[in-house]
Antibody
Framework: QVQLVQSGAEVKKPGSSVKVSCKSS????????ISWVRQAPGQGLEWMGG????????NYAQKFQGRVTITADESTSTAYMELNRLTSEDTAFYYC???????????WGQGTLVTVSS | DIQMTQSPSTLSASVGDRVTITCRAS??????LAWYQQKPGKAPQLLIY???TLESGVPSRFSGSGSGTEFTLTISSLQPDDFASYYC?????????FGQGTKLEIK
């Protein structure tokens, strides 16, 4: 079972950017699609976007288009989510999740709290 | 994008009750559906994937069914640890959308 370990909590100023990492215990992302999900305080889960490293393709929820970039580094088995032009409404927990392409089974990271405050 | 409509948004029940949560997809998703349980301050925990496959370690009182556009999560006999929030997620399309969530409360 793949384990995903995310980077630590961040505090950012409005207008800045944040980059969250997600390291897989597996040696490769070859068999996985990777998603990023966020959850604002007291709210539900919101899919932000994803990447399928073996195809080199990424796609994003319309809400985040132009503001989020999701990448994956096969050499370190680490995925990244960068969110730009932060506002207070981006204060949330950010989660990475992988889904095994063959089985359709998900694994999740522990979450990273991003706080945007002046 | 595929929209997921989950109901009810809140459910009050007692220990021992049988409860059902429903998710409806705006278009067919075959069986590409997952169910999660989430407790406050914790990451979502996978319960069911591919609509009906029970995740390893999840109690057998949880079950999932459905295909196409209609899906259900059933808890056969509620236990105190089951009072939490539940979400469905489709992953048929390239955008993996979630239902709005169901908060399961103690009656």
């Amino acid at each position: 079972q793949v384990q995903l370990v995310q980077s630590g909590a961040e505090v950012k100023k409005p207008g800045s950017s944040v980059k969250v990492s997600c390291k897989s215990s597996e040696g490769s992302f070859r068999n996985y699609a990777i998603s990023w999900v966020r959850q604002a305080p007291g709210q539900g889960l919101e899919w932000m976007g994803g990447i399928i490293p073996v195809f080199g393709t990424s796609n994003y929820a319309q809400k985040f288009q132009g503001r989020v970039t999701i990448t994956a580094d096969e050499s370190t088995s680490t995925a990244y989510m960068e969110l730009n032009r932060l506002t207070s409404e981006d204060t949330a927990f950010y989660y990475c999740a992988t889904v095994t392409i063959l089985t359709g089974r998900f694994s999740w990271g522990q979450g990273t709290l991003v706080t945007v405050s002046s | 994008d595929i929209q997921m409509t989950q109901s009810p948004s809140t459910l009050s029940a007692s220990v021992g009750d049988r409860v059902t949560i429903t998710c409806r997809a705006s278009q067919t998703i075959s069986d590409w559906l997952a169910w999660y349980q989430q407790k406050p301050g914790k990451a979502p925990q996978l319960l069911i994937y591919r609509a009906s496959t029970l995740e390893s370690g999840v109690p057998s009182r949880f079950s999932g069914s459905g295909s196409g556009t209609e899906f259900t999560l059933t808890i056969s006999s509620l236990q105190p640890d089951d009072f939490a929030s539940y979400y469905c997620q489709q992953y048929k399309s390239s955008s993996y959308t979630f239902g709005q969530g169901t908060k399961l409360e103690i009656k």
